[in-house]
């Protein structure tokens, strides 16, 4: 009986489902995707659109939003379904980079989100990607609601500086924020090069301490906290 619940246990973790209590309906935890012309692309969840020029034609419209409508783990995807954009989302090709869309999303920074062609590429927008001697303007927003840069840096020697400070993080897995007097704040740190797609990190702050996920938990230098203003 043991090794049946572990199997079905994996099972459940491959289709990436889970069940509610009493047999209701099933519940999908879906990745962020677009499905489009027979090629499904993932959401770039550390990445964003670095400016509007990079739009290019319109592709065609999301028919179907897969999240809320569909409770069978062997639901296939068709052209034009998407996991969290509403139908009628409006979905565009970016310049130059047949493998990348974008689609129109109000809450998302410059005004749409990004994804990538999963069969065609790996994932490249982690920290450890970012060409760092390219890197020519930072953006620091205040994440969440609603979104909110607070501050930019296009000198060359202030870009240099926080880079500095970014690469110098030290690495604690074992680091537990201080959230006695509520959760840490979130801010969005953006690095801007001449592509499309600028680097986009979370970075949390607990009243003490700056701490970040570049791979794992990384704890930030005191000396970055110059940089982010009040507000």
């Known amino acids: 009986m043991r090794r049946l619940n572990v199997l079905i246990f994996l099972f459940l973790l491959l289709v990436g489902c889970r069940s509610t209590p009493f047999g209701g309906q099933t519940i999908i935890d879906w990745v962020d995707f677009i499905k489009w012309d027979g090629i499904e692309y993932n959401g770039i969840h550390s990445g964003v659109l670095a400016d509007e020029k990079f739009i290019g034609e319109k592709l065609g419209e999301v028919k179907f939003k897969v999240a809320d409508n569909v409770t069978n783990p062997g639901y296939k995807t068709k052209d034009g379904d998407a996991a969290f954009h ?72 202030e870009v240099n500086t926080l880079l500095k400070i970014l690469n110098n993080g030290k690495g604690n897995s074992n680091f537990q924020p201080d959230t006695s007097k509520g959760d840490p704040t979130y801010y969005e740190i953006i690095l801007y090069t001449d592509d499309p797609i600028a680097y986009k990190y979370d970075i949390q702050f607990d009243g003490t301490t700056y701490f970040w996920h570049p791979w794992e938990t990384s704890i930030l230098p005191n000396e970055i906290g110059a940089f982010i203003p009040e507000h």
Do not use: C
């Open 86 to 157: 509403e139908k009628g989302t409006e979905i565009y090709k970016i310049k130059g980079n047949p493998d990348l869309l974008a689609l129109k999303d109000k809450s998302a920074i410059h005004g749409y989100r990004v994804y990538y062609a999963i069969d065609e590429n790996e994932y490249r927008w982690h920290f450890k990607n970012v060409p760092i001697e390219k890197v020519n303007v930072i953006e620091i927003h205040q994440a969440y609601t609603p979104i909110k840069k607070i501050t930019e840096f296009k000198d060359i020697d």
